[in-house]
Nanobody, 121 residues
């Protein structure tokens, strides 16, 4: 199977920065799209940013200019650099990956357990 593990969350003041990481491991042949999603209490889970295996990115309008998504294909790891954080960025951030598995080469969507980001004002 495949596991996704997020790290880097925490408590920061408004205007501060955090760097999230998502490490994928297991029976991986390749990873197509990876993305970050977030969910605040009482709200729907929303897209933050995605990055393809070729490095193509897209961002939610709310984070453009502040967040940067990237990935290291050799390490099967994705990052989210978050700058100029605002209280409204407070949420659980989830890693998502579309993975082609070894042997079967079947495509599956995987989710991490999430990491809490709290931005105080």
């Amino acid at each position: 199977q495949v596991q996704l593990v997020e790290s880097g969350g925490g408590l920061v003041q408004a205007g501060g920065s955090l760097r999230l990481s998502c490490a994928a491991s297991g029976r991986i042949f390749s990873i197509n799209v990876m993305g970050w999603y977030r969910q605040a209490p009482g709200k729907q889970r929303e897209l933050v940013a995605t990055v393809t295996s070729g490095g193509r990115t897209n961002y939610a309008d709310s984070v453009k200019g502040r967040f940067t998504i990237s990935r290291d294909n050799a390490k099967n790891t994705m990052y989210l650099q978050m700058n100029s954080l605002k209280p409204e960025d407070t949420a659980v951030y989830y890693c998502n990956a579309e993975v082609r598995q070894l042997f079967t080469q079947s495509l599956y969507q995987y989710w991490g357990q999430g990491t809490q980001v709290t931005v105080s004002s």
